[in-house]
């Protein structure tokens, strides 16, 4: 029986199955990582890193707790039958974490949202975080960063039956919904004031929103957004050009400078013996985009 209660829930529910590719006839099963593709990263022996308190905690605890996305299709993505994340930034979590002598069955992924990645950090809730998260001088006041791994840049999803958005310079008076406390939502706030600005916790709301018409755009790095469009392409579109800078790294614990010397190690051995271009073929490289070349690494 469908009680009331249940009928109301569906209208939030059923744009979440079509993100999922499971809701709609005709769409062919969404593109996934492929296991097999996938590189194996051999895992360092003994204590290859010492001197960080981070590791000494987590070498006590007997895992890594690292912190991502769960609801970024191709970059950070749940399952959520078996538990597993996947994607590119998970790839990059792995292969960091075996040059610290830490094989994927050592490494618990929590799921921690825009906002509220600095505090998690600094709360020592997880060790390092790797999910879609810029570099940039305010954060560097809060948290470090390891890398770059990666360049995106801002962009937009709009439905595909749109023909009047194509650029940021159209949102004037037009519902733009972001991740609070991300550099996209921000740069609208403070670029773009004339939008409709809407800040959910996750991206993965706002794409239900868009694909029910309660808001016109969604807008954020053009990774995250090929990656939704790629699950739904006749539902959605990016448009426009990319109108900013993301430099991706891995969050660290602001003062632990060993660990972040360490990190930048082992994303230094992996861009150069191909793991970094195996893992971006198999994960994101699958919503369409070739694979540029990894940016240098900026040891600040
Ligand atoms: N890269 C941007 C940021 O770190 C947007 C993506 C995200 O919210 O993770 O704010």
Redesign the pocket.
Known sequence: MVTLAAAAVLPAVLPALLLSGCGKAGTPPPKGPQPSALPSYQVATGTPVSGSPTLDAARGRGHLVVGA?ED?PYLGQKNPATGEYSGFDIEIAKMVAADLGFGPDRIEFKTI??AN?ETALQNGQVDYYV????I?DN?KKLVGFAGPYFL?G?SLLVRRNNKDINGPEDLDGRKVC??A??????RIQKQYPKAKLIGYDT?SACVDNLITSQVDAVT??NT?LLGYAAKVPDELKVVGPLFSQ?P?GIGTPKNDTVLRAALNDALAHHEQNGDWRKAFDATLGLSGEPAPAPPPIDRY
């Not at 999910?131 to 810029?134: E, F, L, M, N, S």
């Not at 406390?181 to 921000?186: A, D, I, L, M, N």
């Open positions: 996305k970024q949202a825009s990645r999910g879609t998260y810029t940039n954060r995106a801002q972001s991740a406390g991300s550099t996209p939502y921000q991206y954020t790095d995250i993301e991706y």
